[in-house]
Every structure is written in structure tokens, then in C-alpha cells.
């Protein structure tokens, strides 16, 4: 448990912004270099490590046909801003990500100029904001980054278009809990990467595709070309989701550290589904369900929509305070989810896509 917190607290300390991946990336491909029998980097930025599988034959290096093959999705890029401006020294920003304005102000940062430079986001009196209501949270276009520096200094070393990135340090309580920015979804690549560890030591049929991919907080084009490349049998998105706190603790959110969540929408596939919940039960793995009605938010929506269409499931990790720089997550959700990507591998065999259409089309015809 410790060892999974230390490199989920690395993780978060390290940039990445949503388009900009790859100081992420670089960590994320040096620990699943031993895990991964290949590892390589799409056109676009995404990161692709495959664990072969055994086939039939039971030799993980069999070159005997194609086997079929699952793609875990887990994106790595983060929110953050970026600078539109440069004026008497402050910087203007705009948000790269969904951002909540109302945690912005007096939030420290560290500006990706021709040096890094650490920051802080002020906003300017009451009194000299134009016609804004006082009860309201001041916009983002009314925010500056100061950097303590002087306006000379500011115009040598920041350009328009530079990055700024939440400066927070993690925050862990005890084993159990850690607070931080960038949870969202560093969470869900710790869970591949436990996932991966626990099939490097057992045996799964299928070749399973790990992919930290890039923008899905802007245009899931990690998503789809990835999955496009990779053309898997099935897909598995893995994100967060809202953790119950203040302001929500009713049906829309999940208690923090009690379990898992299994996505319910248009984005997944109902066979998939009913599996992995099975399997769940079967493992005692606290699981519960997450009505997706819409879009599900996550990679899932643009791995499931490649070529002729990829049956999709969605995995989630309670997050508390998203899109904060003090998201909290349960070290336990993040292992359960780890442990039941990898169960669900390796219980695949190779027939199993001949049966997954067999199934669908009986639930269709039954409906009819």
C-alpha cells in the first residue's frame, strides 16, 4: 500500500496539462517499462503498453494467429491554465480543463515560462471590478498570476501560451486517504499500474492493451486513436467519480473508500456490464452502480464509437472535491479497481467475443 502512495504522490506532482502530457508520460512509461512486454508512444502523445497474452497454447510468446485483445483507458493529462497575457508584470490566464473559479484565488501555482516560477492567483478589490455581483465568484477573466517579479523580468521569462499548473503539495492522511491536485486522473494509472502488476505474475489468454492517454479533459483524441490503432475486442474506461462531501451526499455521489463504481449508460455495453458486476460480487469487491445518462465523461464515450464500434464499460474511483487542487482519493477504491481490471482479464478465454455477440443478440431479441 505504501509503495502504490508513493508513486501515486509522484504522479501528482508532476505536470501534465491537458494537450502538454508529457512530463507525465516519461513516469508513467518508466514504471510500466518492466511491466509491459512493448511500450511505445502514439502520433498524438498516448502512452501504449501491451502484456501479451498466452493464447491457447499457453506460451505468452506464441506468435500462433492473432489473440484477441482488451484495452484498459486511463487518461494522464490534468486541468490547469494557460497565460493569455502579460500586463505591469501580471499575467492574465485562461483555464485549460473545466475549472472551478470559486478555489482559484490564493491558490499557489508554478508558471512553465522560459523557467519554471512559482506564483500565486490574486484577484483585484471589490471595488475595482467592473459591475460584478460582490456575492458571486469572480470570474477568471478578472484573475491574475503574480509571480512576485518585476514587469521587466516578467516580459523575458513569460510568453503568451505558457502553461500554469497547481503548485499543492499531496496532502496523505495516514495509509488510507490522499488529498492533492490532479487526482483526476492519476488515481485511475495507479490502478492500471497495480493492475499490470498483478497479471505480470498470472496467466491471461488475452493480450491486454494499458494506455495513459492524452486530452480527455479537452478532445478525447487519446480516446479514439488510440483505440483506432489498437482495434481491441473490448475496452475498459477507467476515471473517477464524485465522492460524497459537503454539498453532496445524496444518490449523485459515493461514500469515499467503500467501494468502486460500475458505469450505467449509453456508453456501456450491457453484457459488459452484467460481467464485470458478477465478478465483482463473485471477488467481494464492493461495487456499485454510477447512472450514466448522457455522455459518461469519460474515454469511454470516444473508445466506444471507433470503426464499426468497440463494446465499453466504465470502472470509476470515488474522488472527492473534483477538479480542485484538493481532490481526495481512497487508497483502497484505487487498489479494488486494480484488482478487478486484472481479474476480468484474465478470465477472458479466446472464444469469448463469438459469445459476447451471441449474448447481445439474444437481449435484443428479447426486447423485441
Given at each position: 500500500m505504501k509503495e502504490l502512495m508513493s508513486f501515486l504522490k509522484e504522479m501528482i506532482s508532476i505536470a501534465g496539462l491537458s494537450g502538454y502530457e508529457t512530463p507525465i508520460r516519461q513516469l508513467i512509461e518508466e514504471s510500466w517499462r518492466p511491466l509491459t512486454d512493448e511500450l511505445h508512444v502514439s502520433k498524438v502523445g498516448s502512452l501504449h503498453g501491451l502484456q501479451k497474452g498466452e493464447g491457447a497454447t499457453g506460451s505468452r510468446s506464441t506468435e500462433s494467429g492473432p489473440r484477441p485483445s482488451i484495452l484498459f483507458a486511463t487518461h494522464m493529462d490534468a486541468i490547469?491554465?494557460?497565460?493569455?497575457?502579460?500586463?505591469?508584470?501580471?499575467?492574465?490566464?485562461t483555464e485549460v480543463g473545466g475549472l472551478d473559479p470559486r478555489v482559484l484565488p490564493g491558490q499557489l501555482v508554478i508558471v512553465y515560462g522560459r523557467e519554471d516560477l512559482p506564483g500565486v492567483i490574486i484577484q483585484p478589490p471589490a471595488n475595482l471590478l467592473p459591475n460584478v455581483n460582490p456575492d458571486a465568484p469572480v470570474s477568471i477573466n478578472h484573475l491574475l498570476v503574480d509571480t512576485g517579479l518585476l514587469p521587466q523580468q516578467v516580459s523575458k521569462l513569460v510568453?503568451?501560451?505558457?502553461?500554469?499548473?497547481?503548485a499543492q503539495e499531496p496532502i496523505e492522511f495516514s495509509d488510507e486517504y490522499l488529498a492533492g491536485h490532479t487526482l483526476d486522473n492519476r488515481a485511475a494509472v495507479a490502478a492500471l499500474t497495480y493492475c499490470l502488476e498483478l497479471l505480470r505474475k498470472n496467466r491471461h489468454a488475452w493480450d491486454v492493451w494499458?494506455?495513459?492517454?492524452?486530452?480527455e479533459e479537452e478532445t478525447m483524441a487519446g480516446a479514439v486513436t488510440s483505440t483506432y490503432d489498437l482495434r481491441p475486442k473490448i475496452a475498459v474506461a477507467v476515471d473517477v467519480t464524485f465522492a460524497k462531501g459537503p454539498g453532496v451526499s445524496d444518490y449523485r455521489a459515493f461514500s469515499l473508500g467503500k467501494g468502486i463504481t460500475l458505469g450505467w449508460g449509453p456508453n456501456i455495453h450491457p453484457t459488459l456490464h452484467k460481467m464485470v458486476k458478477e465478478l465483482a460480487d463473485k471477488l467481494e469487491i464492493p461495487c456499485h452502480l454510477d447512472p450514466l445518462p448522457?455522455?459518461?465523461?469519460?474515454?469511454?464515450?470516444?473508445?466506444?464509437?471507433?470503426?464499426e464500434g468497440v463494446p465499453t464499460v466504465v470502472i470509476g474511483i470515488p474522488l472527492r472535491y473534483m477538479h480542485t487542487p484538493v481532490e481526495m482519493v481512497a487508497i483502497k477504491d484505487i487498489q479494488r479497481a486494480g484488482r478487478l481490471m486484472a481479474e476480468f482479464a484474465m478470465q477472458l478465454e479466446p472464444e469469448f467475443v463469438v459469445e459476447l455477440t451471441g449474448k447481445c443478440r439474444q437481449e435484443v431479441e428479447g426486447m423485441l
Open positions: 490547469g491554465l494557460m497565460v493569455t497575457g502579460v500586463v505591469d508584470g501580471f499575467l492574465r490566464v510568453r503568451t501560451g505558457d502553461l500554469v499548473s497547481y494499458a494506455v495513459a492517454t492524452v486530452q448522457h455522455r459518461s465523461g469519460t474515454d469511454a464515450y470516444g473508445m466506444q464509437i471507433v470503426a
